[in-house]
């Protein structure tokens, strides 16, 4: 996995907020998979780029891809130590799970929906949403340069 960091804070700093963008993507259902999350600082004008993360992971449904961005985007956030999140998904599915709007039905994302809710737990306060493709942009091209990179060597 492609995840770096573009800002170190220094040690025992805390920001106020991050704002994770992410997304998940699978060319088949299942099929190639990967997934993509951008962790900005919004208290600066334009918001800086505080980590990145693109990787393949394997073959596997899109929304397995689309948890697995999450919690990849939530432990890429993690080191900033923020007091609040506020996530933002093109996935519907995740997005209303993760608010308990809806019930996880599926027994495969059950643990991958525990994962992210205990990651999330780390924050005092959580703003998790919906944002159309369009608004998601930067995580959805890290999910397309991530499946069309050349495969690694095997």
């Not at 990651?119 to 005092?124: A, E, H, M, R, V």
Request: hydrophobic letters at 40%.
């Amino acid at each position: 996995m492609t995840q770096d960091s573009l800002f170190e804070p220094p040690a025992g700093t805390q920001l106020d907020e991050v704002v994770i963008y992410c997304d998940g993507g699978s060319r088949g259902n299942p099929g190639p998979s990967a997934i993509g999350a951008v962790v900005l600082d919004p208290s600066t004008d334009p918001p800086r780029r505080l980590a990145v993360v693109s990787a393949r992971i394997g073959i596997t449904t899109n929304n397995v891809a689309e948890y697995r961005a999450l919690i990849a985007g939530l432990e890429a956030a993690a080191p900033f130590r923020a007091r609040r999140a506020r996530v933002r998904a093109d996935s519907k599915l995740v997005v209303e799970q993760v608010k308990g709007a809806w019930k996880v039905r599926q027994p495969h994302l059950r643990p991958l929906f525990e994962e992210a809710r205990k990651l999330l737990s780390g924050y005092d306060e959580v703003d998790v949403g919906h944002v159309p493709r369009a608004e998601n942009v930067d995580a959805d091209a890290l999910v397309n340069a991530a499946l069309d990179a050349p495969a690694p060597p095997q």
